[in-house]
């Protein structure tokens, strides 16, 4: 007859095995789920996440899954955890060993420094676009894949893409996923992602604090030139900043979309196939999203 105790026992031991899941297993036992390794896939093309990311992406939101599944990797080598930004409380980034198992082609990306918030806002933006069904290339791979000739247009055509607008046959680094600024600059999005239907590739630049008007005039220029899409995900600064705002006297003052021709002239109405989008930036973070909007009495080099 089983007792009380032993029972426990079973029970615990149980636990641990489900905890432990059915993956990859480790000298000591240890094994790898498939949010484990979706995890590190994530972590490893964005480059940073916040507990509360991989929880979201990775374990329905469950923080206690999330944090218990973290400890284990990081004992195993996989993943670099640190608490010291208070703001951002828990973020990760994977080792060495973490991105070879990833397998998404991938160094291990330098730790966390300046820009934290911008960062994070980037992984945020993929990691709820890739969750309403949108393919996402982060801008690693961007970078990756447009260092290689003909790289980035191979990626695009097994993602489904027909060939961009704009692009010439014998398109030089930088001008397929990115595009070109002047004679010999080019402008990197944040994000590259594939709509599911049609399969049509949307830069996608996240903007939490808002550029000089020549900055931004510059960038859209780059756009509107090469024929690309654009999303623009940005707080309420920006978007002012972008298409505009009404005026004291109660009339709309346009923004730098309606000056370059962009946007037409007066209060913006949803229009599909328009070349610019702009949307408020959103959050799966509750961090992120109170930093970003402390952020904005900052300056963009301080939003950290």
């Not at 999330?66 to 409380?89: I, K, P, Q, S």
């Not at 604090?209 to 005039?217: E, F, L, N, Q, V």
């Amino acid at each position: 007859m089983e007792t009380g105790t032993t029972g426990v026992y079973r029970e615990r031991a149980e636990r641990r095995r489900r905890e432990r899941g059915a993956g990859e297993a480790r000298g000591d036992g240890w094994q790898r789920t498939e949010e484990d390794e979706h995890l590190l896939r994530l972590a490893t093309r964005y480059s940073t996440l916040t507990l509360h990311q991989a929880a979201y992406a990775c374990w329905g939101g469950r923080i206690e899954a999330a944090r218990r599944r973290v400890r284990l990797m990081v004992e195993a080598g996989l993943l670099h955890r640190n608490a010291d930004v208070r703001w951002a409380r828990t973020v990760l980034w994977p080792t060495e060993r973490g991105a070879r198992i990833a397998d998404t082609g991938l160094s291990a990306p330098r730790p966390p420094g300046e820009r934290l918030l911008h960062r994070l806002a980037v992984a945020d933006a993929g990691i709820g676009l890739e969750a309403n069904g949108y393919t996402v290339l982060s801008e690693r791979e961007v970078h990756t894949a447009e260092a290689i000739p003909g790289r980035a247009a191979e990626l695009l055509e097994a993602l489904g893409v027909p060939r961009v607008p704009g692009v010439p046959t014998d398109a030089r680094r930088g001008e397929t996923l990115a595009v070109p600024v002047g004679a010999h600059a080019v402008h990197w999005p944040d994000l590259l992602v594939v709509e599911p239907t049609p399969r049509f590739p949307i830069a996608v630049e996240v903007e939490l604090t808002a550029k000089s008007p020549a900055a931004i005039r510059t960038i859209l220029r780059a756009y509107r030139q090469a024929r690309r899409r654009v999303l623009y995900l940005a707080t309420e600064p920006v978007i002012r900043q972008l298409q505009g705002s009404p005026g004291p006297d109660g009339r709309w003052a346009d923004g730098v979309a309606q000056e370059l021709g962009l946007f037409p002239q007066g209060e913006p109405r949803p229009s599909a196939g328009r070349q610019l989008s702009v949307r408020r930036f959103t959050s799966v973070d509750p961090a992120v999203a109170r930093r970003a909007s402390a952020a904005l009495t900052r300056s963009p080099q301080k939003a950290v």
